[in-house]
């Protein structure tokens, strides 16, 4: 996983609430069976509106999507996290994120900062006066910036950690493997097996 | 100080506990599906690792699978290559796979408790947010995402923080006519998409007792509508006697030492939850959706809302979007609302009480001439039940579409779906934008509102028929 220590872009404000996953990604797309390539899928729909705030010039090259609340409610599909990767997202910034998303996105690379609602408003303010205003987000320091505004921002310690030394899960669980097999020796002869096959 | 439920189960599936780390929790049964799996083999491939218990790991085809042309190879070739694709690492890997045309094939959330797969106090994970479905056994389930699906087919464990926990206490009985899905429709209305955010939610109280295993499922299935992990429901007679017999339930003295085990795995008395919520069964009626998310729901006696009455701007906002999407005004009687399909299936709503329940409100009547009904088993079992039973020919007497086992147009993912503006009356779990296909327009509701508005054209529940003589096309 690529790790993350601070990112300055430029950002999105999207003035939406409940951005479930299947407007994040459509389940059309998620028929590929590869991990990336998905930055057409992005958005589809909204995406077919000229006006759409993705669809602005201005908005070109933008690395951080600031949203409103319970954004990544829905569908476990972690293609949403991978389509605002391949687009090119680096940070979501929202008042809440739905559970899945947020332990998706930690897995992926892609930070999901959690802020209170009034500093949503206020970035989106300010990124709507001028888009070319660089935003900041500072996950060592667990702050986002914007033109005169510093806010901290929520991220649990073990996720920003991980984060932060973009270490694989895969690895560190399996230096516990001599804990499993234990764990293991205690499980119930009763608790079922899927093999064999039983009817 | 007493535990609930949840932190039992929780407690006594901890691998490893580190100050300053997450839990590593072991877990007991990985469902896999075709969509969220073939990047999580791919993983494994690449490092080099196996599949740490095969032998606790089972995988269907559900998501792309037509219900039509059943034996037919499926015709779009990116759906054919997924379901190519969990084939090819099934026989790889040695995972149980049950693939279209098997007797065991269905939705993943139908198949595992249907083969006794589920049980009390188990870990269930799925890359599959409707995983929490299986909580309806008193079981700790939840959705998981690829890289996660990874992580537990190479580990058999998840590194997770704990959850809150919230009691959503249904007291008194329900109404004649009122089902499991009014009342989880009723109580994400009441707490939000977002209100569940972080919590395992435990559905207890006089109601949630009275309800068949099926009517819990389908409440545990929308608990993550409510934006929570996982739902849960204490296992008791119930929920002993569907598992009894099943394939892989325990037996002779197993069996015995399984039922002590599962009678502890209550709330104790003194017990304290993060959050609780009291709902009393006897005021619910009938609920529908009206809007774009699960929680924009009313009594289908009610109008569609005025965004101007929403004290929230957030919520008045999203209102305003859904109303213009739903197209729909404020003011109408929700029962004016006239639907062009009728979907009746899916995880929530298509087990064989589902399908029992429509077929009761269909039988003797037509679904109106203005109305397509698709009436589609969560699983190859089901659909052979239903048939014994007679109710394949109850709906296609009324003039429903009898059709194959699977997800269907819950997501849209297979050729059933929703034309741009077109309107459904669902029994599946989520209203969101184009979910059901780009442009359509859903209504969550209840399997006999669903059976009720194929026959009127209009949103309506059975109580709404009565006076109509049977075999007339409203």
Redesign the interface.
Known sequence: MRAFTTHTGTAVPLRRSNVDTDQIIPAVYLKRVTRTGFEDALFAAWRQDPGFVLNQPERAGATILVAGPDFGTGSSREHAVWALNDYGFRVVISSRFADIFRGNSLKAGLLTAQVDQDVVERLWEIVEADPATPVTVDLVERTVSAGDLVAPFDVDDYGRWRLLEGLDDIDLTLRQADAIDSFESTRPSWKPRTLPVLS | MGTTLAEKVWESHV??RAE???D?L?I??HLVHE??S??AF??LRL?G?PV?R?????ATED??VPTTGLGQPIA?P??R??VE?LRRNCEEFGV?LHPMGDA?QGIVHVIGPQL??T?PG?TVVC???HTSTHGAFGALA???????V??VL????L?L?PFKTMAITVKGQLAPGVTAKDIILAVIAKIG??GG??HVLEYRGEAIRALSMEGRMTICNMS??A?A?AGMIAPDETTFAYLKGR????QGA??D??VE?WKSLVTDEDAVFDREVVIDASELSPFVTWG??PGQGLPLSANVPDPKDFENE??R??AE?ALEYMGLTAGTPLRDIRVDTVFLGSCTNGRIEDLRAAADVLKGRRVADSVRMLVVPGSVQVRLQAEAEGLNEVFTAAGAEWRGAGCSMC???NPDKLAPGERSASTSN?N????QG?GGRTHLVSPQVAAATAVTGHLAAPTDLAGEPALVNA
């Open positions: 691998v490893r300053g780390e997450p590593l072991y007991d049964l969509v969220t073939p990047q791919d993983g490092a690792r740490r095969p032998d606790l790991t089972i998501h792309n779009d990116v759906s290559t997924q694709t149980r065991s006794g797969l049980q188990m890359g599959d947010s939840f959705g998981i995402g690829t890289s996660e990874e992580h190479a580990t058999q464990t590194p923080k998409t977002g955010q972080g993550i509508e934006g992990r394939p892989h339930a325990p197993d069996w030492a399984a085990n774009t998310n957030q919520d906002v999203a979007r997501l849209a993912m989520r969101f934008e184009g979910r780009a």
